[in-house]
């Protein structure tokens, strides 16, 4: 076997292994909470979110969930904003709420340390993680977006702080501004 034969079987292993580690199966086992299960392939764009509120004044609670996460960024347009548009290399300003998903349980909030704090991100600077970047991006002002981030674009196998190795992350995300 030639070293081109070899790296073409490699590939295809490891492509395989990638779609196969995502699954296709709907149903995650009853032993495993949903941030553990095998993820499901979806649509990247979300139709709903249920039991979200559309009050951009209030801070919203991420709804729980028993259903498998998503292999991929999924993004949910909860509102949708009539201001200026993010776009790469925007300097813009949100609210947001983050929580675990499947628990709905709150780990950080620009709304608990008051209601006009706002996190200022320049999209693509590499601020945030890039599932938050990424999630941001295409939103106009006055608009909220539910953003469920699976954990190689959120804090990876190693976690940080309060949040462990390979969890998928839910933020909901209020445009505030966009300079």
Known sequence: MDR????????????????????????????????DAACVSRSAT?????????DLSSAPEVPTTDAAPPCGLEVTDVVVGTGPEAVAGSAVEVKYLGAFYGTGEEFDSSWSRGDDETLPVTLGAGQVIEGFDQGITGMQ???????????????????????????????????????
Do not use: H, K, W
């Not at 073409?8 to 009853?30: H, I, K, N, Y």
């Not at 608009?143 to 990876?156: A, E, F």
């Not at 196998?157 to 966009?178: K, M, S």
């Open 4 to 35: 081109r034969t070899a790296a073409r079987l490699f590939v295809a292993a490891a492509v395989a292994f990638s779609l196969t580690a995502c699954g296709g199966d709907d149903e995650p086992s009853s032993s495993a909470s949903p941030s």
């Open 46 to 54: 979300a139709q709903s979110a249920d039991g979200l509120s559309t």
């Open 141 to 179: 002002v006055g608009g909220r977006r539910m953003v469920t981030i699976p954990s190689d674009l959120g804090y990876g196998p190693n976690g940080q702080g309060p949040i462990p190795g390979d969890a998928t992350l839910v933020f909901v995300i209020d445009l505030v501004q966009v300079g």
